[in-house]
């Protein structure tokens, strides 16, 4: 019995030291777990700027939907992987790094770009109505995407007077029935306007120093 309670202890001790190893010392070391954000002289603002209420109500609809599974949300560093610099699929101006992410309270890193990174894609040239658009149906922007339909996300509804300002422009086999029209619901536009708030145009000291060390 003694033998037991002990082999019990010991057990219970190296669980709790592995586990304040793994996540604690983490927290405690120098610059991990206390980041806070970088104060830029020149703009005379702190990065990265919080998300409004509506982006951050769009990042739990994006996590709701399982995006993370087929988009990531981190640029790597140049040479590994083609993300940014010369000849790249123009990802980002720099590599991601942790003080990007401070701001959310759930990072959407993923880890399969069965789709493109969207780390910037508030930053590309696309509207709102081509991400209404996109979502309801990825085929209206995109010829041959495998994105799915989240057309679940949109209400049709009868047209009653004027058509809704923030009705959709859809055209073939898409467009409602005559007298009808589709108009995004609230998820559809905190999800986009999650989608616009994507961006990192700002720089930040461990992002330079890190592109520095691996051009050596």
């Known amino acids: 019995m003694n033998n037991g309670l002990f082999i019990f202890f010991g057990i219970l001790v190296t669980l709790t030291l592995s586990w304040a190893a793994t996540v604690l010392s983490p927290q405690t070391q120098e610059g991990l777990g206390q980041l806070m954000p970088y104060y830029d002289i020149n703009e005379d603002k702190s990065f990265p700027r919080p998300m409004s209420g509506l982006a951050e109500q769009g990042q739990k609809v994006y996590q709701d939907l399982g995006c993370v ?31 990007d992410y401070i701001q959310q309270d759930r990072v959407q890193l993923g880890s399969l770009r069965v789709g493109p990174d969207l780390t910037n894609v508030g930053s590309r040239e696309l509207s709102e109505e081509w991400h209404f658009r996109h979502f309801y149906n990825a085929q209206l922007e995109v010829a041959g995407s ?8 949109y ?28 108009i995004p619901t609230h998820r559809a536009e905190a999800l986009v306007a999650y989608m616009l708030s994507l961006k990192t145009p700002y720089s930040l000291p461990e992002a330079e120093e890190a592109e520095e060390t691996s051009d050596e």
Request: charged share 25%; proline share 4%.
């Open 155 to 182: 209400e049709e509804k009868k047209i009653l007077g004027e058509p809704s300002s923030n009705a959709l422009s859809l055209e073939g086999e898409s467009a409602p029935q005559e007298g009808f029209e589709v």
């Open 69 to 99: 599974y087929c988009h990531t949300q981190q640029v790597r560093r140049s040479g590994y992987g083609n993300d940014v610099g010369a000849g790249s699929r123009n990802w980002g101006e720099r590599q991601s790094v942790a003080r």
């Open 146 to 153: 495998n994105m799915p339909s989240y057309s679940f996300l």
